[in-house]
């Protein structure tokens, strides 16, 4: 058990469901229809698709009638979720870059008040599976509003509707990238096969950072990208974060590059 972590889970709970990795092609264009009105779905009706959904999922139905809510068979295996969350607690070491102890940061910090309910479940579904090719990166899935996902998959930005059960192609940034405004004073630049270190998605506009420094803004109800370009060339060039806000003139894309803070 000390070393049944989390990827063995996955294997387990895949090897129980008889999936190899995707079920079905949740991101398929040719993905049907729940019906004409799906659009209009509002959240309270979540059990109405227990019928059509993959064996992999689990509804609020199931869970609310035992089943786990990330589908792992637990009665298949020789502890309890509660055991083998409390060994993984002691066991796991979180990366740490303290200036204080940890002693020290806990005497200042308040307890939780617990007892509440915050969140409800409403669906969990193991088809849609994001690529965060380190465990630092941040801000590679965004939740713009209670049924709508973004989130990165190999060299491709998805889009997943959790009412529709189904997603598509955002953005590829494995091919050519050339940006469509061409105002004077941009510094634009065109891209190909970037990794994407970070993003940010808000008010209809997706700002994406890469690891050699590029940035990318792509307005989501626009074909093609509006703006990319090469911040730097400096060699230790990661694009740590991104992040947009409003102010009455114009969008501003704020980007933290590697030892410097650039505002677009």
Known sequence: MAHFLNDDLEYVVDDYYDVDDFEEDP?????????????HFDSDFEDDFDLSKPKTDTSAMEARN????????WERLNFTRDKYRETRLK???NYESLTRSREQLEKDCLEVEKGKAFYDFHFNTRLVKSTIVHFQLRNLLWATSKHDVY????????????????????????????????HPGLLEQSLSRVQISTMAVKDNLMVAGGFQGELICKYLNHPGVAFCTKLTTDENAITN??????????FIRSVKVEQAFRVV
């Not at 991101?27 to 659009?39: L, T, V």
């Not at 889009?159 to 598509?168: D, F, N, Q, T, V």
């Not at 974060?241 to 114009?250: G, M």
């Open 91 to 93: 066991q796991y070491k």
């Open 27 to 39: 991101f398929s264009e040719n993905q049907p229809h729940k019906n004409g009105d799906a659009d």
């Open 66 to 73: 035992g089943k786990d809510i990330q589908g792992i068979p």
């Open 151 to 182: 989130l990165m998959q190999n060299y491709s930005v998805m889009h997943w509707s959790s009412l529709l059960r189904r997603g598509k192609e955002v953005l590829n940034v494995a091919k050519p990238i050339v940006p469509m405004l061409n």
């Open 241 to 250: 974060a991104v992040d947009i806000y409003h102010n009455p003139r114009q």
